[in-house]
């Protein structure tokens, strides 16, 4: 999934599930959906498209907003924008590595379940899930989607969305 994808579709869902959250307090922290695509630079693809390693860097800033600010509220935003990046990959059949440090072993799990319309019915071919699984390996990769039509979109809905939201506030 590509670069606006995965900072719009999650602060989306931030956003107007919690509609007190500054939205653009709330938009700087969505880069950090980012963040599992790191490993591409660093040479080992997948090490941060684990549940297991992104869970030890989440911990220890959960851990220091609790005992400094009460509370967890940033964290649980910021985790949720750095773990909806594996959902977001997943969904897109991308490579996650769960287990990883464990196991090397990743999954992909793919729709490809077909519908043909032909007259005067319709029919399904394909099985509607698969899950393939891969191992994990090393090496710098290139980064596939940047910037696609699917990204310019979740930018477009939650730009329009914040901006109905606001109008409709300031008109009541």
Known sequence: MDIL???????????????ELNPYYTFTLA???LLPDLDKVIGLPGILHSIITLTIIILPILIIEKITKRSWTYTSIIAFFILSHLLLDLLDASPIFPLYPFTNIGLIIEFPLKISFTNPSFSFTGPPIQVTYTRLETGFNTYGGIISGF????MLLFITLLTTTKNRENTQ
């Open 151 to 154: 990204g310019i979109t979740s």
């Open 31 to 33: 880069f950090l959906g």
């Open 5 to 19: 994808a995965h900072i719009f579709i999650p602060l989306t869902i931030a956003y107007f599930l919690k509609k």
